[in-house]
């Protein structure tokens, strides 16, 4: 695997699996042919405490057309304003990735109904014995309350 540089969004939300705090990442970075998406679980690092956090995350990384499960060692570098730089070493990826950081899901955490920001709740994690990492996002709506 040949290490690159890359741009792309990662998604942070405060997590727990089990009693164990951490944060959910979903991370969409790189071009096609060296584009990385994946979903990991970081146990003990906040989700507003990135900047220069260490930690070895576990979850699915789609890399080169490959879904791989496993390890991932993430090294923060500045995390600030809404941006920051990664670098992420392990299963199925060798990258340095700048992003732009969001506190919400992917999908947008707004109301299907009303278009609302929803109230988003601590994102419940589990990781299969099998590999990989299942992470369930919720949130309620305020204004219109589904
Ligand atoms: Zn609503």
């Given amino acids: 695997m040949t290490w690159t540089q890359i741009t ?6 405060p997590a727990r699996r089990g009693e ?15 584009q990385v998406v994946a979903e990991l679980f970081l146990p003990a690092v906040p989700a507003d405490s990135l900047d220069c956090a260490l930690g070895v995350a576990i979850g699915t990384v ?3 057309g490959d879904d791989r499960t496993g390890e991932v060692r993430l090294e923060f570098g500045r995390v ?9 070493r392990g299963s199925g990826v060798d990258s340095d990735i700048v992003f732009a950081l969001s506190h ?4 947008g955490g707004y109301c299907p109904h009303c278009g609302s920001e929803l109230a988003l709740e601590v994102v419940k994690v589990i990781t299969p014995p099998d590999g990989g ?3 369930m996002p919720a949130g309620r709506c ?3 309350g589904s």
């Fill in 80 to 88: 600030r304003d809404g941006r920051g730089v990664v670098s992420a």
């Fill in 133 to 135: 990492v299942i992470g």
């Fill in 20 to 34: 164990e705090p951490g944060t959910y990442l979903w991370i969409d970075a790189g071009d096609l042919g060296e």
């Fill in 8 to 13: 792309g969004t990662i998604s942070a939300l």
């Fill in 142 to 144: 305020t204004r219109c």
């Fill in 104 to 107: 919400h899901p992917p999908d």
């Fill in 62 to 64: 789609r890399s080169y």
